[in-house]
């Protein structure tokens, strides 16, 4: 049985920073690719960023650019997403999603293309 935990979230000034952390069980994590997602109250799942199985290649939606990094530890079996210069509108539940990483390219921007999720964590920014 596959799971996919998020971690990390909580209430946050604007300005601060947050680790955010998916431990996976379950599953070969090396032979899936990651990704991050985010939905906030009354909007749809956005792309937030993604990584390769192997780690070396990411890529990032334009709104998170320079301010989020996506990583991995395969030995751990956790994927990780820091998020700096926190902004009232990143406000959202976040989402870890794993793609198998045979199918497609390494990162997609469509949440149907994605194998499993976990149950998201709360990220709150507050002005």
């Known amino acids: 049985q596959v799971q996919l935990v998020e971690s990390g979230g909580g209430l946050v000034q604007a300005g601060g920073s947050l680790r955010l952390s998916c431990a996976a069980t379950?599953?070969?994590?090396?032979?899936?690719?990651m990704g991050w997602f985010r939905q906030a109250p009354g909007k749809e799942r956005d792309f937030v960023a993604a990584?390769?199985?192997?780690?070396?290649?990411?890529y990032y939606a334009d709104s998170v650019k320079g301010r989020f990094t996506i990583s991995r530890d395969n030995a751990a079996n956790t994927v990780y997403l820091q998020i700096n210069s926190l902004k009232p509108e990143d406000t959202a539940v976040y989402y870890c999603?794993?793609?198998?990483?045979?199918?497609?390219?390494?990162?997609?921007?469509?949440?149907?293309?994605?194998?499993?999720w976990g149950q998201g964590t709360q990220v709150t920014v507050s002005s």
């Open positions: 990584i390769s199985s192997s780690g070396a290649s990411t």
């Open positions: 999603a794993a793609r198998y990483y045979r199918i497609g390219n390494y990162y997609s921007l469509r949440v149907s293309d994605y194998n499993y």
């Open positions: 379950g599953l070969i994590f090396s032979k899936y690719n």
